[in-house]
């Protein structure tokens, strides 16, 4: 029993784990990609994401899940996600002036549409959902540690 | 009138929770209730009667909506009480790692 | 050169960007967090005094942010209280920025001091920047998550108990504030400062502003430690790492409580008389407990923490009094305490450098061993306590005098008591610290390395030159502008809406 509780939970919420996570990573970045065109967007998607993560972890035990994204990569992303934001933004001086709309803004309610408003929503998923899970590991093992002593 | 009314008693609470509470755990509940309740406050200012969600959208004509402006800025000030939280419970583990305690009148070093 | 109006964001932006280049690169590249750290706070101090020039030159500049024009898009507003402000945070934090390369060799993970460091700088530069008056609360907010963080940096025992108490109590106080937000947008639906304040002009002031003006004196009182509000100051800054220290008490409790205090109720809700006399009370009432606080303390930081609540007791009175003479001291004494404040917390920090100990009881004679330290201090403690020719003690005269001026002779009194305080208690500091008989144990300590002396020196140089910028020719381009902003008061709605609709 010890042994099968380090290593999760039970097989049958593995097993919905298993089918599912997948679904909830998809249905992040559907929400992250269609942020300018419906309710949603960056840190809503961001949050989802961050999610099938935890969902990893609760089900399968920390290390299953930190072997699909270690923490250092989370936080690595998290900055990536900041200066890429920041690095958008920038670009927009080329054009005159701080957060400069500058590709075409396409057919509304289209995909491909609003300009670098997509981008900005990618960004702030990477930040969110990356500073998301890196928080939720950042307690789960600061927790292992304690108990340890 | 009513809910408002509900909403100062739900930041009271918090803040009695705070103010009275010896548990650091009950505390940092406490502040997350009553930032909750500023939050509702927040949201509920921005409601008219009938509205509806503020989001646009090509297939219905707009005739009644809800001010838009608070709820994206609930949702700024919702993301910074996450940080606050996060923050705060990390504090609170490492204070039980050192301390053995979550009982405030126990963690009393500092004084004068 | 001056500045443009599109380049305004670049004061927030830049310490960002410095926060998180340090956060990915820093961990691999051992010198990458020393150097980007003290190069983006120089960056930004250029900056700042380009803006300085900038107000001279051309006024008022207001920034619509993705050019959506103010009130409905976000505004950054430089005048002349802005950048005055703007120079004293980069200053600080840029001296401070040289002190931790050597200091902050003793915690393992120098880089996450360099991005919370610079994260708080971000914060602290954009309430001063912004003028919009939700944005001001997440920029409020950034600086002071990032300052709990680094109050508990050192993971010790009394460290978190501390940052325990102080990030609760600040949550509370940002609550208030975020509270009084919701009040001011339900009465004129509107977030930008200056359409706010237009509207107040237009509609009056009703019971609701006076609920508003509570709310806002309890929230930034917390955040700026008056008296009734002051208990987190004392346990919170000794706690943090000396340069932390610095910065807390330095600039921290300025930008993000004094400022905030008085640009709102200067700039929009209008100084009344009652919000006047509120104002002055507490800030005499910070003064004298504060330095009475301050005079039994044995722990050298705890003593230097219960100054900065008395000498924020000046700040606020002098600004409290609303003349013009009465602003400007206020203003002046902000910009001299940060100086020496910063000065003697890190001269704490250079003491516990060496020595390895805050306790004053133990120390002794070490002016013989750290000539600098304690020449530098020296300068510090006179400054503080005002003595001339050193800056404290002209912006204190500057604060007496107006009060007597606007016939507050008990309010000057106190402030003089509260100075004669000071001074007796800087002059225990210097007896026990550093003058006396050096004790055996202390006898083979050493001098703090190079750059920590250069940035005690840069500091100790601005306190003996910083009574300079009374002379007229100092004093009209830089304070007198600042103080001219407050003296114009609910103008400031007129002035920004023009130079937006320009």
Redesign the interface.
Known sequence: MSKEHEQGMSLIVKTITRLTVGLILLYGIYIVSHGHV??GGG?AGGVIIALSFVHLMLAYGKEVALSKLPKQAS??F???G??MF?AI??L??TG??????FLSKGE??KLFSAGVIPLYNIAISLKVGAGLFA?FV??VL??F??EK? | MLVYLLCLLLFSIGIYCILRKRNIIKIIVGVIISEYAVNMFFVLVAYRMEGRSP?FS?ESQIENMVDALPQAVV?TAI?IGLATT?LL??LA??I??KYGTFDITKIRELRG | MILQS?SL?LFV?LP??GA??V??AGKKIKAFPDLMGSLTTFCVLVLSLVAVRTVNVSGVLV?S???WKPPIGIAMVLDGLTAFMLVTVNLVAFAIAVFAIDYMEKFTSKWKFYTLFLLMLAGMNGVVISGDIFNMFVFLEIASVASYALVAFGTERQELEAAFKYAVMSTVGSLFILLAIVFLYSYTSSLNMADIAGVLLEKGTGNIVLMISVLFIMGFGLKAALVPFHAWLPDAHPSAPAPISAMLSGVLIKSLGVYALVRIFFSIIGLTPEISSILMSLGVLSMVIGVCLAIGQWDFKRLLAYHSISQIGYVVLGIGLGTPLGILGGLFHLLNHSLFKSLLFLNSGAVEYSTGTRDLKKMGGLAKRMPFTSGTCLTASMSIAGIPPFNGFWSKLIIILAAVQAGRYGFAFWAVLASLLTLASFMKVMKYAFFGQLRERWSQIKEVPMLMRLSMAFLALLCVLGGLLCLPQFNQIFLEQAANVLSEGTEYASIILQRISQ
């Open positions: 419906s309710p840190f936080s690595f998290e900055s990536m900041a200066i920041l933004a920038l927009g001086f005159g002036y701080f957060f400069l709309n509304p309610f928080i950042a307690l600061l927790k540690e304690s002593k | 989001v090509p949702l993301v996060a419970i990390a583990m490492r039980y790692d | 599109t964001p932006v960002l960007a998180f280049l956060s990915i920034s942010i993705g050019a």
